[in-house]
């Protein structure tokens, strides 16, 4: 059975269709990548999996359980976590300020029984910080653990919105161009950490423009156009495929 199954969405926007019978699947511990045109549905296809949109049709499953309908905080407690395109960070909070709230707001346990049994919740909050360190550890955040996100270089940023979506223990992560606008070093950097992070047993889904990365380290590829799954496959096939590189003509070199 598919880690996350998406069957026959379609999302639509007055009258404009998004998706359009989008079908894909995923298996535990892959890491796939979602290419195609400006416009395709790339960023619509991840709005769905983790709850912003509700499809008109179809229906998405994660470890066999149906979560089409449910909400992104919902969702994220299931075990999916996002790291958006725009950064969505808190840029008057330091990068440990911001991975802790990502933790409590997302994943708190119930505030009555915080009251209640005080010595567990505080036993929760040791573990969520011990969690959160392993995570700034992990994506080498540590020389700027305390500073204020605002002001980090745009790069590091981009780093920070990673390691907020990993603070939340993900079973599956969605990264919606995490390289966008970042150096070749920071590119770099970044590849490692994703491979790392499927290393470890992650399932990664990756929405990216630059073809030759996702060409390198992808498992399998979704070719997306005009809200339509127009090919998938290994790399080596999906390159060859005539749809793909029709529709990628002119678009990328
Ligand atoms: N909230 C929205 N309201 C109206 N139309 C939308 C909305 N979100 C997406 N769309 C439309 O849906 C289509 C797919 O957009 P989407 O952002 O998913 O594409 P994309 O492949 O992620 O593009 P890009 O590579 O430019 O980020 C586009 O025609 C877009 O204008």
Do not use: C, W
């Not at 709850?51 to 229906?59: I, L, S, T, V």
């Not at 909400?71 to 407690?77: D, G, L, V």
């Not at 161009?177 to 950097?189: N, R, S, V, Y």
């Not at 290994?234 to 529709?247: D, F, I, M, S």
Request: proline residues 4%.
């Amino acid at each position: 059975m598919a880690q996350l199954a998406v069957e026959n969405v379609t999302l639509t926007f007055g009258g404009v269709a998004a998706l359009s019978g989008v079908s894909l699947a995923v298996e535990r511990g892959e890491l796939v990548s979602i290419i195609g045109p400006n416009g395709a549905g790339k960023t619509s296809l991840l709005n769905v999996i983790s709850g912003f949109y509700h499809p008109k049709q179809g229906r998405i499953l994660f470890e066999g359980e149906e979560i089409t309908h449910l909400s992104p905080h919902a969702i994220t407690q299931r075990g999916i976590a996002r790291a958006f395109q725009n950064i969505e960070l808190f840029s008057g909070l330091t990068v440990l300020e911001n991975l802790m709230l990502a933790r409590h707001t997302h994943l708190r346990y119930g505030l009555l029984q915080a009251g209640l049994f005080y010595g567990r919740a505080l036993a929760e909050e040791v573990r969520n910080r011990r969690l959160v360190e392993e995570v700034i550890d992990f994506m080498e955040l540590e020389p700027y653990r305390k500073a204020l996100v605002g002001n980090l270089p745009y790069g590091v940023r981009k780093r920070v919105e990673v390691a907020r979506a990993l603070a939340l223990s993900p079973k599956l992560l969605l990264l919606d161009e995490p390289m966008a606008g970042m150096t070749l070093e920071e590119k770099e950097d970044m590849v490692r950490f994703i491979l790392e992070i499927r290393a470890r047993g992650t399932t990664v889904i990756l929405i990216e423009h630059d073809l030759g990365v996702v060409m390198d380290i992808s498992d399998r590829v979704y070719v997306l156009d005009f809200g339509q799954v127009i090919a998938e496959g290994r790399p080596e096939e999906v390159a060859k495929n005539p749809r793909v590189q029709e529709a990628y003509m002119g678009v990328e070199a």
